[in-house]
């Protein structure tokens, strides 16, 4: 009877892992066919989603000159290949709601409260990233490279290279505009400090013009539309931290003291029972 009794915790245990094993097997295939369903329903569109992707080189491009595919399959997977990651993209909402269901019941209330705002916080700085890139960055990044070569050579980019590299930039603006989020992160943890941060100000800014060296053309005007966004993200994100941590370390407290209160209250109601 013992070792049965022994044995329940290990059961009890290995049902928890089967079923969370579950959802989360359940929540990935959510994912999988609201990614899949986006895809389908914008595959249709898919020449002219490259037609506008490829807009900011396109309208720059010498009289006479067009993108080329100098690969044979080409013409049909690069603008699958774009559908499918603007499927991803346009799912993000969606995938990160179903990843805050799965974390979400093994989270405090106080962290609750930190974590819905930063969830969407990232969201739209992801995006606004994104957006900045193609509106402000390419105009500036290919004005310059279509502008520099020789005379006598046509620029005439591959669809598949020149998908290849706006994806890529694409991913390190959204990232780089999560740097408030990272930072905010950074302090809640207990890792660093608003103070610390402070303090680093003027480290800091060189390191945001030297990202901006490295991912922009050599010019000084470029190279500033990215470094200053970054300085001005990272102060944003110093400046939520005076708030959110803040508030997080006040409703912590108040947690604290409501379960030492409640369990003073279970304590004298048994003592009260007892007499």
């Not at 049902?15 to 389908?40: D, G, K, N, P, W």
């Not at 520099?148 to 590299?165: C, K, Q, W």
């Not at 966004?229 to 400046?239: A, N």
């Not at 941590?245 to 004298?268: P, T, W």
Request: net charge negative.
């Amino acid at each position: 009877m013992s070792m049965q009794e022994n044995s329940l915790p290990d059961q009890d245990q290995e049902q928890t892992l089967v079923s969370h094993l579950v959802e989360l097997r359940q929540r990935m295939m959510r994912i999988v066919l609201i990614v899949l369903a986006v895809f389908l329903g914008l595959f249709y569109f898919a020449n002219d989603l490259y037609e506008y992707l490829s807009a900011p080189l396109t309208a720059l491009l010498p009289p006479g000159t067009s993108m080329i595919a100098t690969d044979v399959t080409s013409p049909f997977f690069a603008p699958f290949k774009l559908t499918l990651v603007t499927a991803i993209f346009a799912a993000i909402p969606f995938i990160l709601h179903q990843v805050w269901g799965f974390i979400a019941p093994g989270l405090y209330n106080h962290e609750k409260k930190v974590a819905v705002p930063l969830l969407v916080s990232s969201i739209f700085l992801f995006y606004a990233g994104i957006a900045f890139a193609y509106f402000v960055v390419f105009p500036l990044i290919f004005g310059f490279f279509t502008s520099v070569g020789p005379e006598n050579v046509a620029v005439m980019t591959d669809i598949s290279s020149y998908l290849n590299f706006v994806l890529k930039l694409f991913f390190a603006f959204g990232i780089v505009f999560e740097i408030p989020i990272a930072t905010l992160l950074l302090i809640w943890s207990g890792a660093t400090t608003a103070q610390s941060l402070t303090s680093k100000r003027a480290y800091v800014i060189v390191c945001c013009f030297v990202v901006g060296m490295l991912l922009t053309p050599p010019d000084v005007i470029s190279q500033s539309l990215l470094a200053i966004p970054m300085w001005l993200l990272f102060e944003l994100g110093i400046l939520l931290s005076k708030v959110f941590v803040r508030k997080s370390e006040d409703d912590e407290m108040d947690e604290e003291l409501e379960a030492a209160i409640q369990e003073e209250n279970e304590q004298h109601d048994s003592q009260s029972k007892n007499d």
